[in-house]
């Protein structure tokens, strides 16, 4: 399907800014390097992922597949139907606001942090 890509859209911390992308369920969305703007998927879409971004929020209404945050701070997303799956890696100050039809999403478990001790072999 068709793979929309929003890279390095920045907006003001008083005026962000705004796009809105009209998609379908064989699509999927790649969000790169955005700051301070809002991205407002409508339709069905098949998988999102938001990548080094920085107080971004980003709004849909069904995802298929999985959303993915990476390497992100302070970001924010909403789903208003349905979301499976998300996971969340290398990201602080993640939020993520569920409809009562996502309230069962699973999440990826963060990774325990790597031991600092020197192994013995």
Same mark, same amino acid.
């Given at each position: 399907?068709?793979?929309?890509?929003?890279?390095?859209?920045?907006?003001?911390?008083?005026?962000?800014?705004?796009?809105?992308?009209?998609?379908?369920?064989?699509? $999927? !969305?790649?969000?790169?390097? +955005?700051?301070?703007?809002?991205?407002?998927?409508? #339709?069905?879409?098949? =998988?999102?992922? *938001? /990548?080094?971004?920085?107080?971004?929020?980003?709004?849909?209404?069904?995802?298929?597949? $999985? !959303?993915?945050?990476?390497? +992100?701070?302070?970001?924010?997303?909403?789903?208003? #139907?349905?979301?499976? =799956?998300?996971? *969340? /890696?290398?990201?602080?100050?993640?939020?993520?606001?569920?409809?009562?039809?996502?309230?069962? !999403?699973?999440?990826?478990?963060?990774?325990?942090?790597?031991?600092?001790?020197?192994?013995?072999?």
């Amino acid at each position: 399907g068709l793979k929309w890509v929003v890279e390095y859209h920045v907006g003001d911390r008083m005026d962000k800014k705004q796009l809105e992308i009209e998609v379908d369920k064989s699509h $999927s !969305v790649y969000i790169y390097g +955005c700051q301070n703007t809002f991205i407002k998927i409508i #339709g069905k879409v098949n =998988s999102i992922t *938001i /990548d080094k971004c920085k107080k971004t929020q980003v709004m849909f209404e069904s995802c298929i597949g $999985s !959303v993915e945050l990476t390497s +992100c701070n302070a970001c924010e997303v909403q789903v208003t #139907g349905t979301l499976p =799956s998300c996971s *969340i /890696d290398k990201t602080n100050e993640a939020m993520l606001y569920l409809s009562r039809d996502s309230m069962d !999403v699973a999440s990826t478990p963060l990774p325990a942090p790597a031991s600092t001790s020197p192994s013995r072999g």
